[in-house]
């Protein structure tokens, strides 16, 4: 499935309408940024321990934009998202006299020249198919540069999806996460030499199978396709996703668990 552009905005909507609440829920984007940067950090050989130029893709509220900038401070760093609020949310935490350009704007049209390294933290499984995400940040890397980046794979919110499919499985999501193999093959077909790549489950706990919910719409991973159906679920029907999902993967605390997995690759453009 390809993201069209009306599916585009509407996701480009939910994370701005979250943008204010998005941070209180993000415990997971954080542990993803905090380690996407120990990969930045583990330079491989021939590469500048400093690079020049570097493009982050999708900086959200700025959670790696903020290392990056305090890891490379004599780096000129260039961030996008789509959400233009997100933008403003990350500005806000960067000094005063930071030179980072934080730009909003649509990866698709984004254009610039070619960047030592590209990076990303929770970001690129939103472009569909994932070839378009690797595709894009091959586009804006130059020969011999570097593309480090982490994103959600198949498995991340997989006990809700399995509650949703249990309990309505005329309703599915209309598109699903990309499956590690996948995302393997697709890299490959870039041509980039892998350094390193590796998958990691990130486990979590909330107060409840509501609170869980909750903490999802408060982060606008509610809108765009690996939440929505064709039709949306009715409250009976999303009730009963939730008794289904408390009951499974309750605790005696009355908290849940649920898991986000993440892929992680550091790689080398061809020269």
Not at 6 to 28: K, N
Not at 40 to 57: A, Y
Not at 251 to 256: A, I
Request: aromatic share 6%.
């Amino acid at each position: 499935m390809r993201l069209t552009a009306i599916q585009t905005d509407d996701v480009g909507q939910r994370f701005s309408s979250a943008a204010t609440t998005y941070d209180r829920h993000a415990d997971v984007q954080e542990r993803v940024a905090a380690d996407l940067m120990r990969w930045v950090g583990r330079t491989p050989l021939g590469q500048k321990s400093s690079p020049d130029r570097i493009l982050e893709i999708g900086c959200g509220t700025g959670r790696l934009t903020v290392r990056l900038a305090g890891r490379f401070a004599t780096s000129q760093l260039t961030a996008i998202d789509l959400s233009a609020a997100m933008v403003n949310v990350a500005r806000q935490k960067l000094p005063p006299d930071h030179s980072a350009a934080l730009i909003p704007s649509d990866l698709r049209d984004f254009d610039a020249p070619p960047f030592d390294l590209v990076t990303s933290a929770s970001a690129i499984h939103w472009i569909l198919p994932i070839d378009n995400a690797f595709a894009a940040a091959d586009r804006l890397t130059i020969p011999g540069g570097r593309v480090v980046m982490a994103w959600m794979i198949e498995g991340t919110l997989g006990e809700l999806h399995n509650a949703r499919l249990r309990m309505v499985p005329d309703k599915p999501p209309q598109s699903a996460l990309p499956a590690w193999p996948q995302c393997l093959d697709a890299i490959e077909r870039t041509g980039w030499t892998i350094h390193r790549a590796d998958q990691r489950t990130y486990p979590t706990r909330h107060r409840s199978a509501m609170h869980l919910l909750r903490a999802i719409h408060d982060q606008g991973l509610t809108g765009g396709p690996f939440s929505r159906a064709q039709t949306p679920l009715s409250r009976g029907e999303l009730a009963a996703v939730m008794r289904d999902y408390q009951q499974r993967h309750g605790h005696d605390d009355d908290t849940v668990s649920a898991s986000y997995v993440v892929g992680f690759v550091d790689a080398t453009k061809p020269a």
